[in-house]
């Protein structure tokens, strides 16, 4: 019966799907998208298309051993929680972490005719935001808070997700990032919501 058990763990983690491929890693909120991830076919992990290690499956199929710069050159074991289509969830001593699987060259198309594309600014009564989209995928967020005489910074990742009227973005720090729900978008202005709240971004003159 235990074996019978080991074998269904096994089926339901790995049976569909494989590792490598490109994911959004999810804050642990589960609110936010952190950084573009990738798991590559010849065992490498890149951190925003930055090589930062090396991956492989365990013999178990349950376990992935990573080795990467944040590690000291050690290998680490993780378990891994879930594997599917479109989640992946590791598990090590500090916590799990979660992964969406995205089909990367399909949104990167789509981000190539975005009507989003270019340099968008979001005022309330303390803060200006600036949201600047480029090609292919480079996002970039800049937080001006004049009563502060502050100025901060946030690079990422961002995908236009032409069939869900979905935007995404992956960066540490910024406002909006994670899933948006697109509600009208044209020359002059986003209208989008964002964790259930009405936003309007106009188009920087």
């Known amino acids: 019966m235990k074996k019978l058990l080991n074998l269904l763990v096994i089926a339901s983690v790995g049976f569909g ?35 930062i290690g090396n991956w492989k499956k365990g013999e178990d199929e349950k376990t992935i051993l990573i080795s990467s710069i944040f590690d000291n050159g050690k290998t ?15 598990q ?9 699987r995205i089909d990367r060259e399909k949104l990167l198309q789509n981000n190539k005719n975005a009507p989003i594309l270019g340099s968008w600014i979001f005022k309330s009564q303390d803060k200006i935001e600036y ?6 995928d480079n996002f ?27 935007l995404l973005i992956a960066s ?10 697109i509600i009208s978008v044209d020359k002059e202005k986003i209208v989008l919501i964002h964790q259930g709240k009405i936003n309007t971004l106009k188009r920087k003159k």
């Open 76 to 90: 680490r074991k993780d378990k891994i929680v879930l594997l599917n289509q479109k989640s992946l969830k590791l």
């Open 17 to 51: 799907a494989d590792i490598a491929g490109d994911y959004l890693s999810i804050s642990k909120d589960g609110k936010r998208y952190r950084f573009l991830t990738t798991f590559t076919k010849d065992g490498k992990i890149k951190l925003m298309g930055t090589d």
């Open 131 to 136: 949201f600047i989209f480029k090609l292919p």
């Open 140 to 166: 970039r967020y800049i937080l001006e808070e004049p009563n502060k005489s502050s100025t901060s910074k946030s690079e990422g990742n961002w995908y236009y997700d032409k069939s869900k009227k979905e």
């Open 92 to 100: 090590d001593n500090k916590g799990v972490f979660s992964y969406r």
């Open 172 to 181: 540490m720090n910024a406002f909006l990032s994670g899933k948006s729900k």
